[in-house]
């Protein structure tokens, strides 16, 4: 884990400049917002996110975020079907903010063309740099 200006920045993650993170775990892709995010949204209190089951597309929604400051569209960084959903979020919003690298996951999706797809996402050096470059116009 590296603190870039305050903010968390996991090693072992994929980034998207939506401010989403990947990991993968046994060939499936877990995702969540990334701690700029939910700093940035203040205080979480709507998740609303597709089902199980359900096809997403990399660079498309897969849900919503509402916060005390604004309603935000989840962007996904991978294509495939979600394999399970945090039912938690329903319930205790709230995990996005408190935890959004463990417990305030979101959805896990099988993918359907993960190596690719990757290719298109920040490693964790990418984003270190990137949250470098967001948190100075800050």
Do not use: R
Not at 34 to 49: I, R, T, W, Y
Request: proline share 4%.
């Amino acid at each position: 884990m590296v603190t870039v200006n305050d903010l968390e920045v996991p090693e072992g993650l994929y980034y998207t400049k939506d401010h989403v993170w990947l990991k993968v775990e046994s060939g499936k892709c877990k995702v969540g917002l990334s701690d700029h995010a939910q700093k940035q949204l203040k205080e979480v209190v709507v998740v609303d996110l597709l089902d199980k089951g359900d096809e997403v597309s990399q660079g498309d929604s897969f849900g919503e975020v509402e916060s005390v400051k604004t309603v935000s569209d989840l962007i996904s960084p991978i294509s495939g079907t979600i394999a399970a959903v945090n039912e938690e979020l329903e319930d205790s919003p709230e995990l996005v903010n408190d935890s959004p690298y463990d417990e305030g996951w979101m959805i896990i999706v099988d993918p359907s063309d993960l190596d690719a797809e990757l290719a298109n996402l920040m490693s964790f050096e990418d984003a270190v740099e990137f949250y470098e470059e967001v948190t100075k116009e800050e």
